[in-house]
C-alpha cells in the first residue's frame, strides 16, 4: 500500500475523531452524594475504555475507539472536580436540594421528584435538575403552597 493511501486514511480518522467536548451545564454543580459517586464510578469507565482503546495496535482504529471514552474523560474529570456536595435537606417543611416532593397538577395528576444535580437528574426514574422549570418554582416552598410553572399551577402536598 502507498504511504499517500496510508496517511490520508490517518488524516481523515484523526479528523473522525477529532470530537467537541460534551457541554458543560452553566451555573454550579450541585451533587448529592449518590450524584458524586456516580460521577466518580463514569470517569472511572471512560478511564478504563479509553485505557483499553490505547492498546489496540493499528492507529486508525485505535483513534476511533478512544474518541468517546477520551471526550467522556475530559467530561467527568470536569465534573468531578467541579462537584459541590450538597448535604441532605435538614428538614422537610421546605422543598431544597435534595427532596423529595410530591405535588399534583390542576388536572390531578399527582407527581413526585427528588430534586439532584444536572448530571443525576432523569425524570423517568423521578429525579429532576435542581435547574429545571419546576424544581426552581418548588425550591423554598412548603406543603399546601401553590406555584406557577409555565402556563400551569401545582400544588405541593408533601416534602420528604
Same mark, same amino acid.
Not at 452553566?26 to 475504555?49: C, D, F, H, K, Y
Given at each position: 500500500?502507498?504511504? &499517500?493511501? *496510508?496517511? $490520508? #486514511? ?5 479528523? =473522525?475523531?477529532?470530537? /467537541?467536548? !460534551? ?29 483499553? &482503546?490505547? *492498546?489496540? $495496535? #493499528? ?5 476511533? =475507539?478512544?474518541?468517546? /471514552?477520551? !471526550? ?34 390542576? #388536572? ?53
Amino acid at each position: 500500500m502507498s504511504v &499517500a493511501f *496510508t496517511k $490520508e #486514511d490517518s488524516a481523515q480518522t484523526a479528523s =473522525e475523531t477529532m470530537l /467537541p467536548d !460534551r457541554p458543560i451545564p452553566p451555573g454550579p454543580n450541585l451533587v448529592t452524594a449518590e450524584g458524586l459517586e456516580a460521577l466518580e464510578r463514569q470517569l472511572a469507565e471512560a478511564r478504563a475504555a479509553y485505557d483499553a &482503546a490505547m *492498546t489496540i $495496535e #493499528d492507529v486508525n482504529e485505535r483513534r476511533r =475507539e478512544a474518541a468517546n /471514552p477520551f !471526550r467522556d474523560l475530559r467530561y467527568f474529570g470536569e465534573r468531578v472536580r467541579t462537584a459541590q456536595l450538597v448535604a441532605p435537606p435538614a428538614t422537610t417543611q421546605t422543598v431544597a436540594f435534595g427532596s423529595t416532593v410530591t405535588f399534583e397538577r390542576a #388536572d390531578g395528576r399527582v407527581q413526585t421528584y427528588r430534586i439532584v444535580g444536572e448530571d443525576e437528574a432523569n425524570p423517568k426514574t423521578g429525579s429532576i435538575s435542581f435547574a429545571s422549570p419546576v424544581a426552581r418554582a418548588l425550591m423554598g416552598k412548603g406543603v399546601g403552597d401553590v406555584v406557577s410553572v409555565g402556563a400551569a399551577e401545582v400544588e405541593v402536598v408533601a416534602i420528604e
